[in-house]
């Protein structure tokens, strides 16, 4: 009899992939705009605060971005809608 192989949408994605049940998001960590590191809306503040990176770090990517294509202009002001202000 053929072995049973967890549902995935891509039969192209390996099974190890497919089931992740022993991945967890860390309890109380959230992606939030910045209130203390903030030069716009707070959002590389808030990326960095995330990843736990230097906020000049991101603030540089986000820059490549723009003058690469300019998508980064349209992402920082979506992200700036989608994503809460930290709390106090």
């Given amino acids: ?9 891509d039969p192209a994605v390996p099974v190890e992939w497919a089931v992740m049940s022993d991945y967890r ?3 109380g960590k959230k992606l939030y705009r910045s209130r203390r590191d903030r030069k716009l809306l707070g ?3 808030g990326i960095a605060e995330y990843f736990g990176i230097d906020s000049t770090l991101v ?3 986000l820059i490549f971005l723009i ?4 998508s980064g202009f349209l992402a920082y002001f979506v992200a ?3 994503m809460k ?3 106090v």
């Fill in 67 to 70: 003058l690469l294509s300019g």
């Fill in 59 to 61: 603030r540089l990517i």
């Fill in 80 to 82: 700036a809608l989608i």
């Fill in 1 to 9: 009899m053929e072995e049973e192989r967890p549902y995935c949408a």
């Fill in 43 to 45: 959002v590389c503040g």
């Fill in 85 to 87: 202000e930290s709390p």
């Fill in 25 to 27: 998001i860390p309890e």
